[in-house]
């Protein structure tokens, strides 16, 4: 646990439910989840497909609200914003890194690491530089030209996450993000995370239904049918 775990959590739930329809069948995603998340955690939420885990992360990261209960993330009662406050905040607060890498095929790796900082209004110079420092941060410095087709999964993911932190985001989420890669690439981006986590104290929540990649975590929550079956801290 960070030597902050003392002070306020960063993220805070409380008796969080997500239920869903399906035609006539309703689906209960989470039931009452209750979860503290404090700066510089690195917390993997791990559990069996159909456990929640997307769900939870949609929650933490204020992409979907829940059907009930409290989201508070460093203290902003999230229900107080409307939509474009609550987008705006997200755009500033919150980093992502996806399991498909989500890159623009027609734009450089530099230029997909721009794209977060234009999109805020950051002047195209300031821009490049930041995302150049963001890639040699995750050593592709020599790819900042290269197109995503031209890269390999484990070099697309690690744009990915140079395009997650070039916002100096409080909370980087990542659901799923090694799904689609081989085993050595999947221990690559969990120990690349883990040395962004470090370096800047930014907080990483990602999830995975590998435990493998759970040993270099600082804390796991087991997530099973919409329930925290465990949560255990590790460091």
């Not at 209960?69 to 755009?91: P, S």
Request: some cysteine.
């Amino acid at each position: 646990m960070p030597e902050n775990a003392g002070h306020p959590p960063i993220l805070k739930l409380r008796e969080v439910r997500r239920r869903f329809l399906l035609g006539e069948t309703t689906i209960d995603a989470l039931n009452s989840i209750s979860l503290d998340i404090h700066a510089g955690e690195f917390l993997a939420v791990w559990g069996p497909s159909g456990s929640g885990k997307t769900t939870l992360m949609n929650i933490i990261s204020l992409i979907d609200a829940p059907t009930a209960g409290d989201v508070c993330f460093e203290e902003q009662d999230t229900r107080r914003l409307d939509d474009d406050a609550l987008t705006d905040f997200r755009a500033r607060k919150i980093g992502f890194v996806f399991q498909n890498f989500n890159l623009v095929p027609v734009l450089s790796a530099l230029e997909n690491v721009m794209l977060p900082l234009q999109i805020r209004g950051v002047a195209e110079r300031a821009a490049r530089l930041r995302a150049a420092t963001a890639l040699l941060d995750v050593g592709l410095e020599r790819f900042c030209n290269s197109l995503p087709d031209k890269l390999s999964g484990g070099q697309r993911q690690r744009v990915a996450i140079a395009r997650a932190l070039v916002v100096e985001p409080r909370l980087v989420i990542a659901d799923e993000p090694t799904a689609n890669l081989d085993s050595g690439n999947s221990r690559m981006v969990v120990d690349l995370m883990r040395e962004m986590n470090r370096a800047r104290q930014v907080t990483f929540v990602f999830t995975t239904h590998d435990p493998r990649l759970l040993d270099h975590v600082d804390r796991k929550i087991l997530l099973r049918d919409g329930n925290i079956e465990s949560d255990e801290v590790l460091a």
